[in-house]
């Protein structure tokens, strides 16, 4: 597969997993006036609530999708409708030049500190980790929502209260179905750590990584991410999805042999909304 087709296949699994986050409660995503649009081949969200770049952006351009003029004309239309700048989030390497050079003469510039490491696991055989002494991991349904997404929430703190509402309404409406799973991890029957499994044919996304302060520096999140692969594996999935701006998490993909695939960055537009 060349490498401008795999990252086609992560932006369309990181697509989902944050369509996912954001429409998880569809009360909250009506109050929060989230826009999800599949247009052109990208995937894109506006959310009135918030001018947070990370919640209003667009993914997919020249992988995804064409690099057209017409593609951003179509782009820009819709987020000047929702008073917000254009923002494209572009996979540097695997992005083809021509449209780079095309967001240039359209005014785009790169915005520092917005760079997100795609990670992706696509070897023969499955890593093998360390085991962790008083380690058990446990499918979390309806029942442990609650848990989970209190839980998730204490290393994700500076996402806000509204964080933890929408986790727990995602595990609680769609843990159980096919297309996600959520995890948690338990020290001696203690929980200590959570992980999500989005099942994005051909490709196994994992998100919502994370492992309390007390409980960190034994290798826990690394067995978490090889027992959410053994569970990709076992439905047929050999493509595995990481994103990552922690250093911590991007070694412990590595250690478990996951390589860099490419570094996305926010390309946003020097124009004003309209």
Known sequence: MRRSELAALMQRTEGVEITSYLVADPRVAKESGVRVSRAGGLVSWTMASTDNGFLNRALGFGTMSEATSAVLDRLERRFAAASRQPRIAVAMGPTPRAALRLLERRGYVPEEGTEEHIYCYDRARLPTPRAVDGLSIEGVGPVGAAEYATIAFRSFTDRGPWFRGIVESL?????????????????????????????????????????LPRFRGRGIQSAMIAHRMRAGAERG??????????????????????????????????????
């Open 171 to 211: 595990v609680r409406r769609r843990a159980r179905g096919r297309a996600l799973r959520a995890y948690l991890g338990r020290i001696d029957g203690v929980a200590a750590a959570t992980g999500m499994l989005f099942d994005v044919r051909p490709v196994a996304g994992l998100g919502n990584g994370s492992v």
């Open 237 to 274: 999935l050999r493509i595995f999805f990481g994103q990552t701006q922690n250093p911590v998490s991007a070694h412990n993909l590595e250690e478990l042999g996951w390589r860099l695939l490419y570094t996305e960055v926010d390309w946003v537009s020097s124009r004003s909304a309209r």
